[in-house]
């Protein structure tokens, strides 16, 4: 199972993050452990400044602006059936 972490004060393109994440893991199949970061600092320590950001398994995948679903399903793409 992936720890996924969506980096984001609330804003509609960090919600729109995390509904992109469950909409492509569950249509995947994919078990994530989806979680919602929403403190500056805590954000800041993973040396994000533009948000939304992804973080999987501890490590930076993306920062500033929705990722598209493609790019979802990539970081999904070595767990699916």
Same mark, same amino acid.
């Given at each position: 199972?992936? !720890? &996924?972490? =969506? ?5 509609? !393109?960090?919600? #729109?993050?995390?509904?992109? &994440?469950?909409? %492509? #893991?569950?249509?995947?199949?994919? %078990? ?6 929403? !403190? &500056? ?5 993973? @040396?994000?400044?533009?948000?939304? @950001? =992804?973080? &999987?398994?501890?490590?930076? =995948?993306? %920062? ?18």
């Amino acid at each position: 199972m992936k !720890n &996924i972490k =969506v980096l984001g004060t609330g804003c509609a !393109n960090c919600k #729109a993050t995390v509904k992109l &994440i469950e909409d %492509a #893991a569950r249509a995947r199949g994919v %078990a994530v452990d989806l979680e919602k970061v929403e !403190n &500056i600092a805590d954000i800041m320590a993973y @040396g994000v400044m533009s948000t939304p @950001g =992804v973080v &999987i398994d501890g490590k930076v =995948v993306h %920062a500033g602006g929705v990722p598209d679903r493609g790019k979802v399903e990539n970081w999904l793409g070595d767990e699916s059936p």
